[in-house]
């Protein structure tokens, strides 16, 4: 099921319909799936993911979320993308809240709303998206924590960074710094 929540197949409504669950009258009829909402925008995004989202917005590169989530998760980021940070200096941290971390998004690509994971077809995921910017696979990195992501995304012609738990400097990495300098000569020539 979860599997079919993320390609979109299944909603949060039906999710939580197939729990047979009847809160009390006290709740409001959707409170499971505000909760589910709500819950998402809980979770904190790892510092050196944003040092490395601040200095791609920096080299003026278009940042795009592409997640294999839920509904529920699709409505929790564009909701917190339309919400101000609680502080307008961004202070780097251990961890970064989830209101924070949307605003670094240009875009956000979420598998329940493409009806597909990445790496099962890597095209159809980001093909409309990158046409509409006039853009190839070439032109794009796709940051992600999962191997099997990354090789699907490199088949089609992508350049990947996997990310670890392990701590690493963006500016210390020459894949990261290679793609950063071919993107800025592209947009100094206005190529973008």
Known sequence: MVRDWMRGNLTANQIVATLKITPSHEFPPNYLIRKLVHDCQLMQINGPLIQFLQEAQKAAIMIVLATDNMDCFHEAIQRARQQKP???Q???????????????????????????????DPRRFFKDWLNRHSLDFRDALLVDDLEINCNAFRCVG??????????????????????FNRLQTKLSNKTI
């Not at 956000?108 to 493409?114: A, M, N, R």
């Not at 990947?160 to 290679?178: H, Y």
């Open 158 to 179: 992508g350049s990947t960074l996997q990310m670890t738990i392990e701590p690493w400097r963006t500016d210390s990495d020459p894949a990261i710094l290679e793609f």
């Open 86 to 88: 609680r502080s307008t």
């Open 90 to 120: 961004q202070r780097l941290c251990e961890t970064t809240s989830f209101v924070a971390a949307a605003q670094l998004f240009d875009d956000i690509l979420c598998s329940s709303e493409q009806g597909v994971l990445k790496r099962e």
